[in-house]
T-cell receptor, first 114, second 118 residues
Framework: DSGVTQTPKHLITATGQRVTLRCSPR?????VYWYQQSLDQGLQFLIH???????AKGNILERFSAQQFPDLHSELNLSSLELGDSALYFC?????????????FGPGTRLTVL | AQTVTQSQPEMSVQEAETVTLSCTYD???????LFWYKQPPSRQMILVIR??????QNATENRFSVNFQKAAKSFSLKISDSQLGDAAMYFC???????????????FGTGTRLTIIP
């Protein structure tokens, strides 16, 4: 158990819908990262938040957005869902915001878009 | 941009034998970190081993060790005395050591599926 929690574990929805994935980092961790794992794109970085502020964006679609709240939990919002958005979405957390700190991964949320 | 390449989509090894998984990367940076992550059927991403680029000594963690060749930009993982529980997808990953916005992300290879033969 990494100490990072993600809810829900599984999510099944229809095209065009909107969903919210939630991540609670390890106690004391200020950084939250979101990654997407899909069959065709592999593991890709989406977005990084540090202490409530957006730090970096990767290959994140405009239909996707995220935020980190004052209690440091983070939410990833996916809207106008398409079949291709079906994937495993990971959240990872680390103490700081530099490369020296290890990222601890949550168990992931499996999103299925029908 | 940094890239990570794993050229072996699948590998298999007999239980108790040794196997080596390959990884190459491309970067213009001198300060960075390399990782091997294990993803078992549970899908949990588990850190196996980590190597700092500034360290010449290869990292080891029990049965897991790496062969880090900085000039060749190669970072292979050796698993000794393979066990059934080692069966998983293994991902090589790169992370910049430069403290700058956008550099903290992990860049992953495409993975190698390791099968352990009893």
């Amino acid at each position: 158990d990494s100490g990072v929690t993600q809810t829900p574990k599984h999510l099944i929805t229809a095209t065009g819908q909107r969903v919210t994935l939630r991540c609670s980092p390890r106690s004391g961790d200020l950084s939250v990262y979101w990654y997407q794992q899909s069959l065709d794109q592999g593991l890709q970085f989406l977005i990084h938040y540090y202490n409530g502020e957006e730090r970096a964006k990767g290959n994140i679609l405009e239909r996707f957005s995220a935020q980190q709240f004052p209690d440091l939990h983070s939410e990833l919002n996916l809207s106008s869902l398409e079949l291709g958005d079906s994937a495993l979405y990971f959240c990872a957390s680390s103490v700081g915001d530099s490369g020296v700190y290890e990222q601890f991964f949550g168990p992931g949320t499996r999103l299925t878009v029908l | 941009a940094q890239t990570v390449t794993q050229s072996q989509p699948e590998m298999s090894v007999q239980e108790a034998e040794t196997v080596t998984l390959s990884c190459t990367y491309d970067t213009s940076e001198s300060d960075y970190y390399l990782f091997w992550y294990k993803q078992p059927p549970s899908r949990q991403m588990i850190l196996v081993i980590r190597q700092e680029a500034y360290k010449q000594q290869n990292a080891t963690e029990n049965r897991f060790s790496v062969n880090f060749q900085k000039a060749a930009k190669s970072f292979s993982l050796k698993i000794s005395d393979s066990q059934l529980g080692d069966a998983a997808m293994y991902f090589c990953a790169y992370r910049s050591g430069v403290s700058n916005f956008g550099n903290e992300k992990l860049t992953f290879g495409t993975g190698t599926r390791l099968t352990i033969i009893p």
